[in-house]
């Protein structure tokens, strides 16, 4: 069950995107997002969709992995389409039975709402966890926010635990599936009863959690001052991140899409919000 | 010439008991020193004293010489004297194999162009070099012990500790690790000392040093050593299996010479044996 997350894992690969310097990707998913909701008529979003598109073929990522790493958010995606359709009041009736009341505005908003839900999990997935190593990622945020070491923001600190955190993901996921599997041979029962009951029978779980995740961070801090590791003063990085044309083209590419998005926003087939 | 040298060492973790009682102790550079013991004897806690990780309650460790307790060669000796501990998964600080590597050389602060060679170099010496951009925790045991151990040698030292680094492994995960191992000693030139309670690997070393309660009980080439099965049984080991056979087989009254490790040495006496039975016999 666990194992099946995908969020926040990296998958190693050579595409444009992977080679994208992490610097512009964190920027460039900025303005992905705003993209996104920048979008108003139907024509745009068409655009947005078929760049998005075109985002995950250039990264290379299997269609499978990237539906999985949805699955878990099926929920949202359906509940927010829900509340659009039934409370969204327009001019155009489609359905009057009783108190339910739909719109075909109701359910032009519902099916853009579920896509954008769809293209900012998927985009900003693709651009950031999927094709960046977390190093890399945690590399490219202490640059960025740099400037602030000045004001005494520990910044080389922050990075290095968030590289730890997301190193630790999978293993301790995989502990927790472990110490499940132990707790149920010895009769433990997570799927039924109350939830106060099933909170409750978590407990067992989290504690062995905690002890082994405190062993572990302390063999790590062991191991690592084995290899010299002295904080952020005087250590260098063996990807140096130098600005390359690709990360132009990337950047002028997006700025591109930017400005289609504007003109398109103009063109209306059925509708616009 | 000696690497590392102890000198009264003494060590307690709570100011009564000594964990770790030696009068003298040198570790030869360039060879392959394992240390046996059972569970409790102090091996470990030996390894972390002459690697400097934990200073001595009382005595002296050289290494390099370097002293332990002199806190600005602290790094000196982190340098020279690597670890590789028992679990692989507690001692991966990146996600991607080539980062986990580059570790200590960036925390040295080595220049961009020289990591990425000594990481390359590295990957080769554990023969992982295929794998350098894969995720690390998609591993298998064996393979994530060795980009431990390149790690551990992207810091070019010159000696090298395994304290129990077979342990959690399988045993195609133990036959790559010391594989890598001896090739460490034997191509790199690598000091190294292996704490262990396998005796199978024991057998691979120069010298072996058994451990009972904290002092040194027994130190010699492995040879000698496992010639001395009554002794070792004593310390509570197990004997590596071809000696256990030719102890019960002598035991049995068949004149097999003793401090015989492995499997072909084994058939050869024991052909040995035969031939000269039915030489005289004839």
Sequence with gaps: MLSEITLGQYFPGNSVIHRTDPRFKFVLTIFYLVLIFMAKSDVAFLFVLLFTASIILLSRISLKLILKGLKPLVFIIIFTAVINIFWISGETLLVDFWIIKIYAEGIASAVFLVLRLICLITGTSILISYTTSPVELTDAMERLFSPLKKLKVPVHDFSMMMTIALRFIPTLIEETDKIMSAQKARGADFESGSIIRRVKAMIPILIPLFVSAFRRADDLAQAMECRCYMGGEGRTRMKEMKANPLDFIVTAVMVVAFAVVLLLNQLTIAFSI | ?282
């Design chain 2, 1 to 282: 010439m000696n690497f590392i040298e102890a000198e009264n060492l003494k060590f307690s973790y709570d100011g009564t008991n000594n964990v770790v009682d030696i009068p003298k102790l040198f570790i030869e550079k360039g060879k392959h020193t394992a240390i046996l013991g059972h569970n409790g004897s102090g091996k470990s806690t030996l390894a972390k004293l002459l690697s400097g990780i934990l200073l001595p309650t009382s005595g002296k460790v050289v290494v390099n010489s370097y002293d332990t307790t002199d806190e600005s060669k602290f790094y000196d000796i982190r340098k020279s004297c690597g670890m590789v501990f028992q679990n692989p998964d507690n001692q991966i600080v990146a996600s991607v194999v080539e980062e986990d590597v580059a570790f200590a050389p960036e925390n040295l602060g080595i220049i961009p162009v020289r990591i990425r060679e000594i990481v390359e170099e590295c990957l080769f010496a554990v023969n992982m070099t295929e794998y350098s951009r894969h995720s690390t925790y998609k591993l298998s045991g064996g393979q994530k012990q060795r980009v431990a151990i390149a790690g551990i040698l992207a810091m070019q030292p010159e000696c090298v500790f395994f304290d129990e680094a077979t342990a959690m492994l399988d045993p195609i995960g133990r036959k790559e690790i010391m594989s890598a191992v001896d090739r460490l000693n034997k191509e790199l030139g690598i000091t190294v000392v292996s704490i262990t309670h396998y005796m199978n690997e024991a057998v691979e070393a120069d010298r072996v040093i058994v451990m009972n309660k904290g002092e040194i009980v027994m130190d010699g080439d492995p040879v000698s050593v496992f010639s001395m099965p009554e002794e070792l049984q004593g310390y509570g080991l197990a004997l590596p299996q071809v000696t256990e056979l030719f102890y019960h087989l002598e035991k049995d009254g068949y004149k097999l010479p003793r401090g015989v490790l492995h499997t072909m040495q084994a058939a050869d006496a024991i052909e040995n044996y035969v031939k000269g039975k039915n030489d005289a016999r004839s």
